[in-house]
């Protein structure tokens, strides 16, 4: 039985950073309520390259998962 610690320690980095988008998205919903939407386009542009990352990240999570499954 493998006890390697990164599979679990890749899966709450990728909450984290989940969560952390999740409030950035709630803050640029509220820039833009308040009239501040070049700030607003500016956060979620930046937001693409979490969501362009995020479907990388859960594949090589879940290979490092199978991996360490099959030890």
């Given amino acids: ?3 390697n610690p990164l599979p679990s320690l890749v899966c709450r980095i990728n909450q ?3 969560a952390t988008s999740a409030a ?3 803050l640029a919903d ?3 309520a308040s009239g501040a939407s070049d700030t607003s386009q500016a956060v979620r542009h930046h937001l693409l390259v ?3 990352n995020n479907e990388l ?3 090589a999570l879940a290979e490092l ?7």
């Fill in 1 to 3: 039985m493998n006890t």
């Fill in 16 to 18: 984290n950073i989940n």
């Fill in 24 to 26: 950035i998205r709630e």
């Fill in 30 to 32: 509220w820039a833009d």
């Fill in 50 to 52: 979490l969501e362009a």
């Fill in 57 to 59: 990240i859960g594949e």
């Fill in 65 to 71: 998962i199978a991996r360490q499954a099959g030890s």
